[in-house]
């Protein structure tokens, strides 16, 4: 795949000071990702035939409890010393699970149930937070702090979230759900621990308790190869191949460079793709894991991009995350059963706390308010007596999700509006700082038609120099063309191709057992190929830093 560079001299990763950059490089070079070798070849082939072997002539808690040794394996594999506070984590809230159980006066369970919500955030808070909150104070009051430095527990807002839930549904039920290795493993299985889905309780754990768990049925373990090799391919020929666009058009920006409208766009859309296939791929090998082990996760990821409104778009993007902050948050804050200005009020709250969630930066909660305005509109046009098209409604949709992504990708305020000011213009639409489109042609006087295949010829080479204001010639002009193509291409498999899942589990793709071998030994060839394509350069996925 050709480098499809903005110029000559891209800024390389480690050079640019861009907060994306750092919170991915922050991930230790040794981190078990999903496409390591040291994960395909070693790790998951290890994990899952033991667990196979074991699985018909152990108990159930023996296998639970291999998993759990496997994920935790997973997790401290970079950075040992997270797992201590993974595993203090889980007994901290065990514990806290077990005293509100065993409590008959329901005031007493509900101070426990508050104390555990609260110590859960405020370690959340603390590792998460308390740099932005130092930065914010001293400069609001003119103060000179020094910003403590932690480095953040892997998975830390995703483990926390999960076990809010299992303190809250212990309260409600008045019962322990789980052993404590099932409630372990609840948390720490290494397939959704890192990026999600956000698992509740009931989602997971009865699955546990089953039987037959630890035979995971032909069919599961059919789909789970699918499941991981379609994610693999989208995350390795999708997300990372779009990088570099995205990589160039922010880095250039963020350096005080001018971008072009044509640039910033292309780079915005760019990255709007790239996290858009990188997120449904995680997610699509996370639920192919799963299966392998006979877990059935929730769907995360359910073509968002296909959302014919903003609303819609929260029904599809991030399910589990959307779902928690509804149940645990916006629920509680009164929902939309208390009165028009705080219904309204507490949905922006909401999904500006989510933003927060996602980064400590100011970025991230425009992001959120960003949406959550959004979704208030979005909920008081449904009372309007206009009606949009279905086209132009999922245009209006896409197109302002994608805008809200600048808010996400820059690092900083100041960022951000720059590049807005590229993406409307202020630098030129088509030009930056060179020679306006208009001077150029009025040069061009061609006296025959020689001439005007000359000239088309000269302007082809000459164009590209316009997009960074730098004459380059035709080889930066074939690499703006192939960018844009990609960026198109991807646009129309987003467009085009049926989510996955229920692709692959629609009635009409039974088979009987010689054709599900053959699709067996067909994704394993996939799955080669796709690992020749590149997968050991591939970059960790991005929502690993939160």
């Keep these: 795949m050709p480098d499809t560079s903005f110029s000559e001299q891209e800024p390389c990763l480690d050079q640019t000071n861009h907060s994306l950059f750092k919170r991915l490089t922050r991930i230790s070079p040794s981190s078990m990702l999903f496409f390591s070798p040291l994960f395909l070849f070693a790790f998951l082939p290890i994990a899952w035939i033991v667990f196979m072997a074991i699985g018909s002539r152990v108990p159930a808690w023996v296998s639970i409890c291999w998993l759990l040794v496997c994920s935790w394996v997973f997790y401290a594999w970079a950075y040992p010393v997270h797992l201590l506070w993974l595993m203090g984590s889980v007994a901290a809230n065990y514990f806290c699970s077990v005293a509100i159980e065993r409590t008959s006066q329901s005031h007493v369970a509900k101070r426990y149930l508050v104390a555990g919500i609260t110590a859960n955030l405020l370690i959340l808070g603390g590792f998460k937070y308390s740099g932005f909150a130092t930065e914010s104070v001293a400069t609001l009051f003119g103060l000179s702090l020094t910003p403590p430095s932690f480095l953040l527990p892997l998975a830390i807002s995703f483990f926390t979230f999960q076990q809010i839930s299992y303190l809250v549904i212990t309260y409600r039920e008045k019962r322990l759900i789980a052993k404590p290795h099932e409630y372990a493993l609840y948390v720490s299985f290494f397939p959704q621990l890192i990026a999600g889905p956000i698992v509740q309780p009931d989602e997971m754990i009865p699955q546990l308790q089953t039987k037959r768990f630890g035979r995971p049925s032909l069919d599961d373990i059919g789909l789970g190869i699918s499941l991981f090799t379609i994610g693999l391919g989208k995350k390795i020929l999708l997300a990372d191949n779009l990088a570099p666009i995205a990589d160039s058009a922010f880095a250039l920006s963020a350096q005080g460079e001018s971008l072009s409208a044509f640039s910033a766009w292309l780079g915005l859309l760019a990255f709007s793709l790239q996290i858009y296939f990188d997120f449904s791929a995680y997610s699509e090998m996370a639920l192919g894991l799963g299966r392998f082990f006979g877990i059935r996760l929730p769907e995360n990821f359910a073509s968002p991009y296909r959302a014919i409104n903003i609303i819609d778009f929260w029904r599809r993007w991030h399910v589990t995350l959307s779902t928690f902050f509804k149940k645990f948050l916006y629920i509680p804050l009164g929902g939309s059963r208390s009165g028009f200005f705080r219904k309204y009020s507490n949905l922006i709250l909401t999904m500006t706390i989510a933003g927060l969630w996602h980064g400590a930066n100011y970025t991230f909660l425009l992001w959120g308010f960003a949406h959550g305005t959004l979704l208030a509109i979005n909920h008081l046009w449904k009372n309007s007596p206009i009606k949009l098209q279905t086209e132009l409604s999922w245009a209006l949709t896409f197109l302002s999700v994608t805008l809200c992504w600048t808010f ?52 082809l080479e000459w164009y590209p120099g316009l997009i960074n204001g730098v004459h380059v010639g035709h080889f930066i002009f074939s690499e703006i063309m192939l960018s844009s193509l990609q960026v198109l291409a991807a646009l129309s498999l987003v467009l085009c191709f049926p989510r996955p899942l229920s692709w692959l589990t629609h009635p009409l793709n039974e088979a009987p057992v010689f054709k599900k071998r053959a699709a067996f030994l067909t994704a394993i060839i996939i799955f080669i190929v796709i690992i020749q394509s590149g997968t050991f350069q591939a970059s960790p996925f991005i929502y690993f830093r939160f």
């Design 408 to 459: 996400f990708r820059t690092d900083n305020l100041n960022e951000s509006i720059r590049y807005f000011q590229a993406l409307f213009g202020e630098f030129g639409w088509i030009t930056a700082d060179g020679l306006p489109l208009s001077e150029f042609l009025k040069t061009l006087e061609p006296v025959d038609s020689w001439k005007t295949v000359h000239y088309a010829i000269h302007f």
